[in-house]
């Protein structure tokens, strides 16, 4: 019998070819085998009388062939085989497109179970292209697993393949997860989840197997980052001695919320405590974020440390500067803007002051991270926006200073279990309370028959001295339906042939943007049609009235994010998403942020219809893959998980009681 570590090739019937194909799925070993965990299951142990078999509906009969498969040929490349089943309540047709070797498998007067999809009504009732298979006597149906495929890979192989490795498991599989853990929670054993979750003989049982699975491989992820996390706060880091907030505080134009008061504490706290920091802050567009950056940023100077603060665009970063700079100016702190549209002379002037540390509060783009950037002492960083970085970029500013404290900023609020999880081994500051005073936006979802009413409404914001924002998706080569921004500002200025239309996407060189931006800020400008752009950080509160062309276009979070740019001001503002008028789907979804303003509702919501991947990103996270557990419903196992991964490795950071849990985790992070 072949044994778990050995090539899928020691089967019967797998040669390179096929051992090739499942490469591609994983499979290498029994092992990987063992590890592959159907993706759904066709539950036959309902049986349904044809009778009462239901147009749309998958179901399972049992029922005896009534007349030998029949073949005709439809046109080229095109076959049908059909013939008629029953049972006791009545018969029904069923058809195999293509599948004729299958189907002429069938006996009449043979009794066998069909599963498949109903297709029509009275005498044109189908079953279209069923599995079947051989009943003993008395036997009743089934759950048989489904495996996720790739080309050239049946269920039937991987049903082999899986019963192989299964076998081979027998006995041989110890449990890595701690005994109390599973009597805690009521987890199946690994042996007992393993066979459950492969060849389960009820559903529940299967879900037992896959929650059992689930918390496994958070248990797993949640060990990995508190060790990484452990080995950091292991580490020395610069401690700050001075910690003064009170002037810094004096020192802001208004006083702080209860949660930025928090989590400045918080980031105060790591910085005196002699580790490196590494704090995620995560609130809601407009919860001021900016300030617990500004606090980190003189913490640092006040010890005699060089800080930077990376901002994704040249709008967001010069507006940093430009709110920030009396706070500096009054704590006599110095502090420098750099961009890479500045010119030549002026870069290498602000180089120059960065690098004999003149400079002691940077504020930039990308061009912070370049080259020619030499830091005298570079003891914090921030990264605002941070989901706009990619790691590289992220670590490329960290390594511009000796192990600083770290700060990154994320506008895209998610829940706490959920961020500790996503962002590693981050520490999470969380700002959960907007500061006072805010109007929520009244938000409208509509369709293309209200654009003339909405052109008389942003008329009427104009005339009542406010400005609007009108923003486009990106079009991309090839594609025709939607219209460009050019096109919506050419439109507009038709419409409104006596308001300012100006036009910002971002193929347009930063000095234009800026011209632009200015322009608008101050008022010159009543409708800035935009791309994107404008998503991150612009600060405008006269722009009252946000519509969204082709709001269907943009995942949830973002619709929120590029809300977050009006309500800014004292009148009431509002948004109005266009969206097809059919398409159900993207209505709902779209109705899901009229009826809210908080952030959190909406990227749970997000997460939930659009899944982990696309949420964040192409693993822009770096973490391991998940492969059983849904980081959008598996919350409350999430919680569990990572509580039980704290006590356990506060108890035993190197895990030497668990060798075999450790051994797992090791393989997690290593792949
Ligand atoms: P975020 O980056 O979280 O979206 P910002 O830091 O840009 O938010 O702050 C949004 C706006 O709120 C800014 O105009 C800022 O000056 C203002 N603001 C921030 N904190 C406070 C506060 N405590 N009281 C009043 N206004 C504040
Ligand atoms: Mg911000």
Known sequence: ????????RSLPGIGPKKAALLEKLGLRTLQDALELYPRDYDDRTHITPIAALQEGERACVRAIVGSTPELRR?????????????????????????????????????????????????RGRQLISPDYEKLSPGACGHIVPIYPLTAGITQRMLLQLTEAALNAAEGKYPDFLPGHLLAQYGLPPLQNALRSIHRPETMEEAAAARRRMVFEELFLLCCGLQ????????????????????????????????????????????????????RLVQGDVGSGKTVTAAALCVLAAQNGFQ????????????????????????????????????????????????ASGEAQIIIGTHA???????????????????HRFGVKQRTALRQKGEMPHVLV??????????????????????????????QPVQTFAVGERMRQRIYQFMEK???????????????????????????????LRQVLPHRRVALLHGRMKPPEKDAVMTEFAAGQTDILVATTVIEVGVNVPNANLMVVEDGDRFGLSQLHQLRGRVGRGKKQSYCIFFGKDKGEKARARLKILCGTNDGFEIARADLAQRGPGDFFGQRQHGLPVLHVANLASDLALMQSAR?????????????????????????????
Request: charged share 20%.
């Open 307 to 354: 800080a930077a603060l990376m901002a994704p665009t040249e709008i967001l970063a010069a507006q940093h500067a430009q709110s920030l700079a009396p706070v500096f100016r009054a704590l006599g702190l110095s502090c420098v803007l750099l961009t890479g549209a500045m010119g030549t002379a002026e870069k290498r002037a602000k180089h120059a002051a960065i």
């Open 1 to 8: 019998m072949p044994a778990l570590q050995d090539s899928t």
């Open 409 to 438: 900023m994320s506008a895209t609020p998610i829940p706490r279990t959920l961020a500790l999880i996503l962002y590693g081994d981050l520490d999470v500051s969380v700002l959960d309370e907007l500061p006072p005073g805010r």
């Open 461 to 491: 914001q104009i005339l009542d001295g406010g400005q609007v924002y009108v923003v486009c998706p990106l079009v991309e080569e090839g594609e025709l339906p939607l219209k460009s921004a050019e096109q919506h500002a050419q439109a």
């Open 368 to 386: 912070l991270i370049q080259k020619g950037v030499a830091f005298s002492r570079l003891g914090a960083v921030v990264v605002d926006e941070q």
């Open 643 to 671: 509580e039980e991964a704290e006590r356990l490795l506060a108890q035993d950071p190197s895990l030497s009681r668990y060798p075999a849990l450790r051994e797992r985790v090791n393989r997690m992070f290593s792949e």
């Open 227 to 278: 060790r990484m996390k452990g080995k950091r706060l292991e580490q020395p880091g610069l401690r700050f001695e001075k910690i003064d907030l009170d002037s810094f505080w004096q020192a802001l134009p208004f006083p702080p919320t209860g949660a930025q008061q928090r989590a400045v504490s918080e980031l105060a706290a790591d910085c005196a405590g002699g580790h490196p920091m590494r």
């Open 74 to 122: 439809i046109r080229r490349g095109m076959e049908l085989t059909k013939c008629t089943i029953f049972d006791e309540s009545g018969s029904i047709g069923v058809t195999y497109f293509n599948n004729r070797y299958y189907a002429a498998l069938l006996r009449e007067g043979q009794e066998y179970l069909f599963c498949g999809a109903v297709q029509g009504r009275g």
